[in-house]
């Protein structure tokens, strides 16, 4: 008899989600964490969109370590010097039912990881899995670690280990390594008082503030964001793996260079740096996602490469729930059936093909090489800041020149083409619309 009837490896988002689905369906099933408490490998700060786990933990709103609920979403495109800034703000984000909201991710885990055990998973912390157990046929039957005697059997291992999942690496889902297809990010907690956030910010009591931001990160293809918590504010960068490699600028320059910018430079004036942290976030979206399941395994999470990185949107804790609660379904429903192979975990793509989860990758997926895109990154801002500038700057005596005007001087300064421009703006048309 196995020890467990399913393992899940690493208690984030998607691996907690898992265990809940399972141990609530009666199953015996173990989450296994690498640190020494589930979040405490997590970054601080970020945003999360909870939407998933209203049918998982119904009003979790009540429960759930939020820091702030976004009501305020704005999206910054700079130049070195200028700054154009789309505002959207709603008080209806700031009551149930919650759009998004920033949270620590370390507090949030534990949260959600309490959640599992409160169901019946069996949680196993400081302890790394170190490989797969394999059966006569070839089958996934369980894992090593470790711990002296680390080894657990089960009929199902769901593999939520996170990005450059070795796991799945160890199992062939993954296909070769393509450095293209991930991005760095960079990012520092920054501490400053809940009044001083308020102020700045423009927000009062809970309500929190999402700014992403194109253009920020010089010769570097990439982004940056800037989240409120209560009393700190997480900023950051995200930087495209091959370019950065490929110059000489270390990401903790560029992100100072960010600091240092006038738009930005007031917002944090004064702050002290709380945490600096780093991790790989892949971000070539549909593209890069492995097999999902084989023989026993199923992968979930950044550990499957659900992560959308699509301009407007940057998404990943979301598909992680989903992902595990998913994988969680079907492995209950694989255990019933008594068919734990490939076949009998089928269900599981088919669930994320009918969700949001693979459908929104789907239709977004040639958006993340197009924000990404040397055009969008290095072209876009400096002609749409400069269009922005001559709209509002008074040139009395001169008379006013019309849009078309200077749209056509601007589009020729930044050395773009048009075919270029409508090629991009139909991508952008057909993935949006």
């Known amino acids: 008899m196995s020890d467990f009837d399913a393992i899940v490896v690493g208690a984030g988002p998607a691996g907690s989600c898992a265990a809940i689905v399972l141990a609530r369906a009666g199953k015996r099933v173990a989450l296994i964490e690498r640190g020494p408490f589930p979040g405490s490998k997590n970054m601080y700060g970020g945003v999360i969109y909870p939407r998933i786990l209203d049918e998982l933990i119904p009003e979790w709103w009540l429960h759930a370590p939020i820091q702030r609920w976004i009501t305020r979403r704005s999206t910054m495109i700079m130049t070195e010097t200028q700054a154009l800034n789309v505002d959207f703000r709603t008080q ?83 296909g070769a390594v393509d450095a293209d297809n991930y991005t760095l990010g960079v990012k520092e907690t920054l501490s400053l008082p809940k009044h001083v956030i308020d102020e700045r910010f ?38 495209k793996l091959s370019k950065l490699t490929a110059q000489q600028q270390r990401p903790e320059e560029i992100l100072a260079t960010l600091k240092l910018h006038p738009a930005v430079a007031p917002l944090i004036e004064g702050a002290e740096i709380k945490e600096y942290s780093a991790h790989l976030i892949p971000k070539a979206g549909l593209s890069m996602i492995p097999s999902l399941a084989g023989n026993g395994i199923m992968v979930a999470g950044d550990a499957a490469a659900l992560c959308l990185a699509a301009g407007i949107w940057l998404e990943g804790v979301n598909f992680a729930f989903a992902s595990g609660m998913y994988a969680g379904e079907t492995a209950v429903e694989a255990l019933n059936a008594g068919d734990t192979s490939a076949g009998g975990l089928r269900g599981y793509k088919r669930r994320l093909e009918q969700t949001f989860v693979l459908k929104d990758h789907k239709k977004l997926r040639k958006v993340p090489a197009l924000v990404l895109s040397d055009r969008v990154q290095h072209s876009y801002p400096g002609m749409v800041t400069a269009i922005a500038e001559r709209m ?10 019309g849009l078309g005007h200077i749209v056509k001087q601007e589009r020729k300064s930044a050395g773009l083409k048009w075919m270029h421009m409508v090629r991009d703006a139909w991508i952008g048309f057909r993935s949006f619309w």
Not at 145 to 165: E, F, H, M, Y
Not at 222 to 234: E, K, Q, S, V
Not at 392 to 401: L, Y
Request: charged share 15%; proline share 6%; net charge negative.
């Open 92 to 174: 209806a984000w700031g009551q149930p039912p919650y759009n998004g909201a920033t949270a620590y991710r370390p507090d949030f885990d534990h949260w959600l990881a309490d959640v599992a055990v409160g169901a019946g998973t069996t949680l196993i912390c400081s302890t790394t899995v170190t490989g797969l157990l394999h059966d006569a046929n070839g089958h996934v039957s369980g894992v090593t670690s470790d711990r002296p005697d680390g080894d657990l059997t089960a009929p199902i291992v769901i593999a939520c280990d996170g990005v450059n999942s070795f796991l799945a690496k160890q199992e062939g889902l993954y």
């Open 202 to 239: 423009g927000v009062r009591g809970n309500e929190g503030v999402d700014i992403e931001i194109v253009g920020c990160t010089g010769s570097v293809n990439g982004g940056g964001f800037i989240y409120t918590n209560l009393d700190t504010i997480a900023m950051g960068l995200v930087l």
């Open 392 to 401: 509002f700057r008074v040139d009395n005596p001169d008379p006013k020149p």
